[in-house]
Structures are given as structure tokens and as C-alpha cells.
């Protein structure tokens, strides 16, 4: 019998998976479409509202506090529902089908979080962008960081909405559990309003959920406050929250699919 | 090509534990087809995804494609091919790039498989579906992409489970082809399962028979099928009200079991089907009893499974030993 020849890396195995997720991606238009309309609905229908509030908000610029919110919003709840997808492959037969390849179980992880990245880099950016000629003042080193921190998360997210979606391989157990988790966090993150508006009590328990911080750390990379102790906080617990999700997406991809 | 011992599987479901395979050996020889013969929940699944590095055995060893099952997985996957009966492509994406992707994932350049997946889609009766989509082929396509993207690497070994399944009387015989094929002009080795015995009968070289995890017989379709000894003999009679006279006519056939009689049918098993006809007639014109028709047949895999079992394959409300755990979910 013939062999091929062993050629499989981690990086070269990333790169198929990653290719191929990509392309089906784009081949949707319909995805591509929503996926970059919606927050630039969010910014264009939403925003204005913001902007009588500005002297509250204590800024200046009601953008400046808005889109910060608005990227992290993408990279968490956009990244929780790539779980989706992978339950539709995992009936089709593709997980198993790609399991039983020599592949390393890494890379069939990891090439489909990086074009969930991708994806929400060029949603973001589209975002930033749009924000301009409405008046968001942000420096350019602010911006470029804080799209990489929120693409770290979103990485983090993907992973474990891929991990769900493996041990529970079904959109109806998904779903609900996806919006048990999704609201709370949401009206507890100062995503679209900044915590700082809430009563003592909202803020106390607000404080203990981490991307409340990693929100107001985004914000303050918007502001150039590339040191203070808020941008840390928000690097640390992403970076946690990274490790976590990564620990959890690569044990799922690995073990049995009993 | 395959040889296993005791590969064992528990599961462990609400607290209980639930023995799929309960202790399995067998060897496979090179080029040889092989089915795995069982009804519903027998085990089949079960075992095929331990042998492909898709379960880890509870108890058991096993060698398969010549790399050890749990010391060198990647070893056994880089060698086998697995077609598993849920499918293998993105009903959205095109046949020739899940090929080539798949291919890829094997070690396998870009060029070599594309160059690859073109000639399976010649051999495979697929050509110019490169570009179609999964979700627009029929079953029968579907399937043979599916084989496709099995055998994209080359493996010396392909396991494929329940082929036919769902699949119309052509698609079936046509698929029954293709993996002959398989053997006759690349010398594969192929392990298949079914619960249709007629395909393990077209087909298979071998075939081991599974019940309730464990496997109760091997050998050729017709070794097994003269191991129920005898053949059967079927006798209709012209009028009912002689069925009973008939009966005792074949009862007194040399060795015949004791025949059952359905109406104006009489079926009964005999030693040698052949000898029994002719005496049988000679004794019904004496007696001048009319028949409307007399059939001896060999027995079928069915009356094989039923004598191992106690169980008739067709039964598919039978009490099956367990759910089939994943994968036969559908």
C-alpha cells in the first residue's frame, strides 16, 4: 500500500482547516452581509441616542464610549454563536470525518477560531470606520490595540462556544443556554451604557463580572490611556479568559465524540 | 491487515454501565472483504469507531494497518480510510474542494490531491460534480463522495459503515461495484457493516455475525449458510385440506425436521434438498395428493442468523441489546 508522505504540522493543518472554514464563509454572502450591516446598525440607529447624554457619559464624544462597547458586544456575542456552525458539521458527519485524519486535534480548533477572528477584525474595523464621520476622536495606536485585545477575546469565546456546541451537539439545547448566559452578562457589562450611570447596588454586582472590565479597559485604550490600571485589568482577564476558553475548546476536540 | 483481542467498550450512561462489545476478537487478512453482520444496536458502530481511533477501548488490544490501535493512533489513521455512514462533506461547500481539503489533512500536497480526488471522481462515476455542491447530488452521490474523500490518501484499508443504508435497489447494486472495485484494482482491504444480508451475501468474502456485543459466528456466506445444515424445502399443496397429508409425507423425508405447516404451504428443513424432491414427488403421485409447487432453496444469512440467535435479522423491534450510542443518531 501507499503512504503519503507524513507532512502534518500544527501550523499547516491550521492554515487547511482555516482555509477551508473561510471560504465557506464567504461562499454565504448572506453571513458576510449581515455579519457587517449589524454593527453598523448598532452604530448609525443606536448612537445618535447617545449623544445628548455625552456630558453624563463623562466624555466629550458619545462615540468615544459607544464603540468600545459596541466592538466588545461583537466579540463576545458574535463569537458565541459560531457553536452553531460546528453543530451543523458535526451533523454532517465533517468533525468525525476530519477526526479520523492524522490531523493534530489543535489545529482543527484552532483554524476554525482564527477565521471566527478574522471575521470579527473586519467587522470591527468596518465599525471604526464607520464611526468616524459621526464623530468618534480615538487615537489610531488606541484603536489598533484595542481591536487586538477585543479579537483575543473573541478567540476565547469561539473556542468555548465550540466546546459547547461538542458536548452538547444540539441547537436546541444551544440555543436557550446561549440566551440564559447572553442577556444577564450583557445588561451587566456597561456594553451599552457605561456602569458608571447604574446605582450603587447595579455597580456592585456588576463589578464581579470581568467584562465589565474588559469593556471599560477597552475604553480607556479608546481615551490613550494605554497605562493605566483599568487597560491592564482589561488585558489580564482577557487573557484569563483566553486561557480558560482554550483549555476548555482543545480537552473537547481531543477527547472521544462519545 | 486487522487483528484485535477482547476490544471491549462500556459505556456509562445515568450511572449504569452499558456493555456495547463485550469482548471482540478478530483478524482481517490482506485484500480481504470483510462484513460485520448484526442487527440494530448489536455492536457494529461501536466496534468500527474503536478500530478507527474514534474510541478508546475499555479493555482489549488491537492492531490495525499494521500500527498498534493505542500506542500509535496517528499511525493507524494516517493508514486506514473510515467512511462513516453519517456523511463527510459540508452539504454547502463543493464535492472537489471538501476532497482536496480532506486530502490535505492527510499530509497530502495540493496538487497530488487534486490529482487524486479527479481520478476517484472518474472511478467513482462522479465526473463533472467536482464543482457541485453536496446538498445537490443524490444519495447515491453523496455516498460515493463520501468514499471519495475515504479513500483520498490512498489507505491500504477502508472501513465503511452501513454503505447502502438508505440507498434505492440501483444506487445499492451500483455502490456494490464500486467496492469490489476497490479490491480488484488496488488490492484494498475492505471492512464493512450491514445489517442486509444480501449485501453481505453479494459481497463480502467473510463475514463475522455480532449479537448483543460479541461476535456468535465467521466464516464465508455459504459455510455459514451449510452450517444451518440442509436446505429448506418449501411444498405447496393444490387443496388446503390435504396440507395436513403433505406434512407427514415430508416428515418421513430421510432427516427432514419437523415441518411447519402455513396454511397450504409446508415448510420443512432437509439434509440434501435435491434427493428429497425427487422422492417426494414419486411419493406424492402415489399417493395422489395434487401441488401446485415444490422449492428447495439454500438457506438464507436470515435462517443463519435465526439459528445463531434465536433471532430473525428482520426483526426490527427485537429487544436490542442497547441503543446504538452516537453516530446512528439520524
Same mark, same amino acid.
Given at each position: 500500500?501507499?503512504?503519503?508522505?507524513?507532512?502534518?504540522?500544527?501550523?499547516?493543518?491550521?492554515?487547511?482547516?482555516?482555509?477551508?472554514?473561510?471560504?465557506?464563509?464567504?461562499?454565504?454572502?448572506?453571513?458576510?452581509?449581515?455579519?457587517?450591516?449589524?454593527?453598523?446598525?448598532y452604530i448609525l440607529l443606536f448612537g445618535p441616542l447617545l449623544e445628548p447624554l455625552s456630558g453624563q457619559l463623562g466624555s466629550g464624544n458619545a462615540y468615544q464610549v459607544f464603540v468600545p462597547g459596541i466592538l466588545v458586544q461583537l466579540g463576545i456575542f458574535g463569537a458565541l454563536f459560531v457553536g452553531f456552525g460546528l453543530i451543523a458539521e458535526w451533523r454532517a458527519g465533517v468533525v468525525e470525518s476530519q477526526r479520523v485524519t492524522p490531523a493534530s486535534r489543535t489545529a482543527l480548533l484552532l483554524g476554525r477560531v482564527l477565521r471566527d477572528v478574522v471575521v470579527l477584525l473586519v467587522q470591527g474595523t468596518v465599525l471604526v470606520l464607520v464611526s468616524l464621520p459621526l464623530g468618534l476622536r480615538a487615537?489610531?495606536?488606541?484603536?489598533?490595540?484595542?481591536?487586538?485585545?477585543?479579537?483575543?477575546?473573541?478567540?476565547?469565546?469561539?473556542?468555548?462556544?465550540?466546546?459547547?456546541?461538542?458536548?452538547?451537539?444540539?441547537?436546541?439545547?444551544?440555543?436557550?443556554?446561549?440566551?440564559?448566559?447572553?442577556?444577564?452578562?450583557?445588561?451587566?457589562?456597561?456594553?451599552?451604557?457605561?456602569?458608571?450611570?447604574?446605582?450603587?447596588?447595579?455597580? !456592585?454586582?456588576?463589578?464581579?463580572?470581568?467584562?465589565?472590565?474588559?469593556?471599560?479597559?477597552?475604553?480607556?485604550?479608546?481615551?490613550?490611556?494605554?497605562?493605566?490600571?483599568? !487597560?491592564?485589568?482589561?488585558?489580564?482577564?482577557?487573557?484569563?479568559?483566553? !486561557?480558560?476558553?482554550?483549555?476548555?475548546?482543545?480537552?473537547?476536540?481531543?477527547?472521544?465524540?462519545s | 491487515m486487522i487483528e484485535a483481542r477482547g476490544l471491549a467498550r462500556t459505556f456509562r450512561r445515568r450511572k449504569q454501565?452499558?456493555?456495547?462489545?463485550?469482548?471482540?476478537?478478530?483478524?482481517?487478512?490482506?485484500?480481504?472483504?470483510?462484513?460485520?453482520?448484526?442487527?440494530?444496536?448489536?455492536?457494529?458502530?461501536?466496534?468500527?469507531r474503536m478500530l478507527t481511533t474514534l474510541l478508546t477501548p475499555t479493555a482489549g488490544t488491537a492492531t490495525v494497518a499494521g500500527c498498534d490501535l493505542l500506542a500509535d493512533p496517528v499511525g493507524v489513521r494516517r493508514r486506514i480510510g473510515y467512511v462513516s455512514q453519517s456523511g463527510s462533506t459540508q452539504p454547502e461547500a463543493l464535492a472537489g474542494e471538501e476532497v482536496v481539503d480532506h486530502g490535505r489533512l492527510y499530509g497530502m500536497s495540493t496538487a497530488d490531491a487534486v490529482a487524486r480526488g479527479r481520478r476517484l471522481f472518474t472511478e467513482l462515476d462522479l465526473e463533472g460534480l467536482w464543482e457541485r455542491k453536496p446538498k445537490a447530488m443524490s444519495g447515491g452521490q453523496r455516498r460515493r463522495l463520501d468514499i471519495a474523500m475515504g479513500l483520498v490518501h490512498e489507505p491500504g484499508l477502508v472501513f465503511l459503515d452501513e454503505p447502502t443504508t438508505g440507498l434505492d435497489p440501483q444506487a445499492r447494486a451500483n455502490l456494490w461495484e464500486h467496492v469490489r472495485g476497490l479490491r480488484e484494482e488496488r488490492g484494498t482491504t475492505v471492512f464493512l457493516t450491514t445489517h442486509y444480508l444480501d449485501e453481505a451475501d453479494?459481497?463480502?468474502?467473510?463475514?463475522?455475525?455480532?449479537?448483543?456485543?460479541?461476535?456468535?459466528?465467521?466464516?464465508?456466506?455459504?459455510?455459514?449458510?451449510?452450517?444451518?445444515?440442509?436446505?429448506?424445502?418449501?411444498?405447496?399443496?393444490?387443496?388446503?385440506?390435504?396440507?395436513?397429508?403433505? !406434512?407427514?409425507?415430508?416428515?418421513?423425508?430421510?432427516?427432514?425436521?419437523?415441518?411447519?405447516?402455513?396454511?397450504?404451504?409446508?415448510?420443512?428443513?432437509?439434509?440434501?434438498?435435491?434427493?428429497?424432491?425427487?422422492?417426494?414427488?414419486?411419493?406424492?403421485?402415489?399417493a395422489g395428493i395434487g401441488v401446485v409447487g415444490v422449492e428447495s432453496r439454500r438457506p438464507s444469512l436470515d435462517d443463519v442468523f435465526l439459528g445463531l440467535t434465536g433471532r430473525s435479522l428482520r426483526e426490527e423491534g427485537a429487544p436490542a441489546a442497547l441503543p446504538e450510542p452516537e453516530g446512528a443518531l439520524q
Open positions: 500500500m501507499s503512504l503519503p508522505v507524513a507532512t502534518n504540522s500544527v501550523a499547516r493543518d491550521t492554515w487547511t482547516v482555516f482555509a477551508r472554514a473561510m471560504r465557506l464563509s464567504l461562499r454565504n454572502p448572506a453571513w458576510v452581509v449581515i455579519g457587517l450591516t449589524q454593527p453598523v446598525l487615537p489610531l495606536v488606541g484603536v489598533v490595540l484595542a481591536l487586538a485585545l477585543v479579537a483575543l477575546l473573541g478567540a476565547a469565546f469561539s473556542a468555548v462556544s465550540y466546546a459547547l456546541a461538542l458536548t452538547l451537539k444540539s441547537e436546541d439545547a444551544f440555543a436557550p443556554l446561549l440566551n440564559a448566559v447572553v442577556l444577564p452578562v450583557l445588561l451587566l457589562s456597561g456594553i451599552l451604557l457605561p456602569m458608571s450611570l447604574a446605582p450603587g447596588w447595579l455597580q !456592585a454586582v456588576s463589578d464581579v463580572n470581568p467584562l465589565k472590565h474588559v469593556v471599560e479597559g477597552v475604553r480607556s485604550l479608546f481615551d490613550g490611556s494605554y497605562t493605566s490600571a483599568t !487597560a491592564w485589568w482589561g488585558l489580564g482577564l482577557t487573557l484569563a479568559m483566553a !486561557a480558560l476558553g482554550w483549555w476548555f475548546g482543545v480537552r473537547r476536540f481531543r477527547r472521544e465524540s | 454501565e452499558v456493555h456495547a462489545v463485550t469482548g471482540v476478537d478478530l483478524d482481517v487478512a490482506a485484500g480481504e472483504i470483510v462484513g460485520f453482520l448484526g442487527p440494530n444496536g448489536a455492536g457494529k458502530t461501536t466496534t468500527l453479494a459481497l463480502c468474502d467473510r463475514i463475522l455475525v455480532i449479537d448483543r456485543g460479541a461476535i456468535v459466528a465467521e466464516g464465508t456466506p455459504d459455510a455459514l449458510k451449510s452450517r444451518v445444515g440442509g436446505d429448506v424445502l418449501t411444498v405447496t399443496a393444490a387443496r388446503a385440506d390435504r396440507a395436513g397429508e403433505l !406434512a407427514r409425507l415430508v416428515a418421513g423425508l430421510p432427516g427432514a425436521e419437523p415441518p411447519q405447516v402455513h396454511g397450504d404451504r409446508v415448510v420443512a428443513r432437509v439434509p440434501h434438498g435435491g434427493s428429497a424432491l425427487v422422492q417426494l414427488v414419486r411419493e406424492l403421485d402415489a
